[in-house]
């Protein structure tokens, strides 16, 4: 094990965090997969799982070069990345690949990939706030420039995202604005920026209920009245309560799930009523403290990081995973209306898991530079 660790570089217990989070993936997804392999792949079960596994190594290997890369290239790069997402968010608002009334992906032509911008503009959001917040440290108090600077492409972002899926918009937007407060921008500024969030809201509601994004915004009153009448419940939620019903403390024990074969999407919005029904309360709340240990991790990161930007960087692309995790669990056991959001690092999606990854890897390099310094710290000492 001590050989490994000396190509995983950064905070060892996140790499231990992962990796567990990936053998779950896998085992939850095979056998949650069923159904999906007998109506598209004549009963080929091996062929997601083959599939999930390869995507999950890809992002492996992505987050570990990700690691090797000095974090304060990523601050160069952060308005390049944020200006492409713009565009391809633009694209896929007119131009996407439409399911359930929501154009979420383009098409990469010649390899016939889909491809979530979302998740591309969400990394890079993040990325360039904190930036922001690292340039204009020394005079955060004085000016509103870093306010300025940060809440406008936010709006233009999120506006972007939210016709296609609301979800991922205001956890973007919550994220930004947690990170903000965090960087010592004036707390009026964050009360403007809050109120003209919910002006902002309201008009993006109605000009999406004008521009031909009825079914959306149908499906976001859905489930609004679902979530708050007592007898609304919808066909998920009853679906999720009856697997961590049958789970109970212990669970059925893997490949043992009823209700994946009813629940919609078991292999990602409503994985985790799956990892409840097979493995438990026990099960799901190993899975809760995983994330948990994650954002610790993080945090204590952001505590240790001499810089700014890695401080800024290491808390904000945490939290954006583990809130977007609460939340996922949150909707499975019922404390939120359904969302649509995935369960980073263990939800079957190719994109999701490829950004996520990415993002752990840039968290990790932080931990990496400084891990580096207290090394050499030491050194000097003796």
Same mark, same amino acid.
């Given at each position: 094990m001590?050989?490994?660790?000396?190509?995983?570089?950064?905070? !060892?217990?996140?790499?231990?965090?992962?990796?567990?989070?990936?053998?779950?993936?896998?085992?939850?997804?095979?056998?949650?997969?069923?159904?999906? @392999?007998?109506?598209?792949?004549?009963?080929?079960?091996?062929?997601?799982?083959?599939?999930?596994?390869?995507?999950i190594l890809s992002g492996l290997g992505l987050m570990w070069l990700c690691h090797k890369v000095n974090y304060g290239k990523y601050a160069k790069i952060a308005e390049i990345m944020l200006l492409v997402s713009g565009i391809l968010l633009m694209v896929?608002?007119?131009?996407?690949?439409?399911? *359930?009334?929501?154009?979420?992906?383009?098409?990469?032509?010649?390899?016939?990939?889909?491809?979530?911008?979302?998740?591309? @503009?969400?990394?890079?959001?993040?990325?360039?706030?904190?930036?922001?917040l690292a340039v204009y440290q020394n005079s955060i108090k004085e000016s509103n420039k870093a306010f300025i600077k940060i809440i406008v492409p936010l709006f233009i972002i999120c506006a972007l995202i939210a016709p296609a899926d609301l979800s991922s918009a205001a956890l973007l937007f919550c994220t930004c604005f947690l990170l903000m407060f965090i960087?010592?921008?004036?707390?009026?500024?964050?009360?403007?920026?809050?109120?003209?969030?919910?002006?902002?809201?309201?008009?993006?509601?109605?000009? @999406?209920?004008?521009?031909?994004?009825?079914?959306?915004?149908?499906?976001? !009153?859905?489930?609004?009245? *679902?979530?708050?009448?007592?007898d609304g419940d919808s066909w998920q939620s009853v679906q999720a309560k009856i697997a961590i019903a049958n789970g109970g403390l212990i669970g059925n024990g893997p490949g043992n799930s009823e209700q994946s074969n009813y629940l919609p999407h078991p292999y990602s919005d409503f994985i985790y009523a799956i990892i409840i029904e097979e493995y438990g309360l026990l099960g799901g709340l190993l899975v809760a403290v995983l994330y948990l240990i994650l954002l610790f991790r993080s945090v204590r990161i952001f505590i240790k990081s001499p810089?700014?930007?890695?401080?800024?960087?290491?808390?904000?692309?945490?939290?954006?995973?583990?809130?977007?995790?609460?939340?996922?669990?949150?909707?499975?056991?019922?404390?939120?209306?359904?969302?649509?959001?995935?369960?980073?690092?263990?939800?079957?999606?190719?994109?999701?898991?490829?950004?996520?990854?990415?993002?752990?890897?840039?968290?990790?390099?932080?931990?990496?530079?400084?891990?580096?310094?207290?090394?050499? *710290?030491?050194s000097l000492v003796k």
């Open positions: 001590s050989k490994v660790f000396e190509y995983l570089q950064g905070d !060892k217990i996140i790499w231990i965090v992962i990796l567990l989070l990936s053998i779950i993936s896998v085992l939850v997804v095979y056998s949650s997969t069923e159904t999906l @392999a007998y109506k598209y792949r004549d009963g080929n079960t091996e062929y997601y799982i083959i599939k999930h596994f390869l995507i896929t608002l007119f131009f996407g690949s439409e399911l *359930n009334s929501a154009k979420r992906w383009i098409e990469i032509p010649i390899l016939r990939l889909s491809f979530q911008p979302s998740d591309l @503009a969400k990394l890079a959001m993040i990325m360039y706030t904190a930036r922001i960087g010592r921008i004036r707390i009026k500024h964050l009360f403007v920026g809050s109120a003209a969030a919910v002006i902002f809201a309201l008009v993006l509601y109605a000009c @999406a209920s004008l521009a031909g994004f009825e079914g959306r915004t149908e499906t976001w !009153k859905t489930r609004a009245q *679902n979530f708050m009448q007592d810089k700014a930007f890695g401080a800024m960087l290491a808390v904000g692309l945490s939290i954006s995973l583990v809130v977007q995790a609460l939340m996922n669990m949150a909707v499975a056991v019922e404390l939120l209306p359904v969302t649509g959001l995935v369960l980073p690092m263990i939800s079957m999606g190719g994109t999701s898991l490829i950004f996520t990854s990415i993002s752990i890897g840039i968290i990790l390099s932080v931990s990496r530079y400084i891990e580096e310094i207290e090394n050499s *710290n030491q």
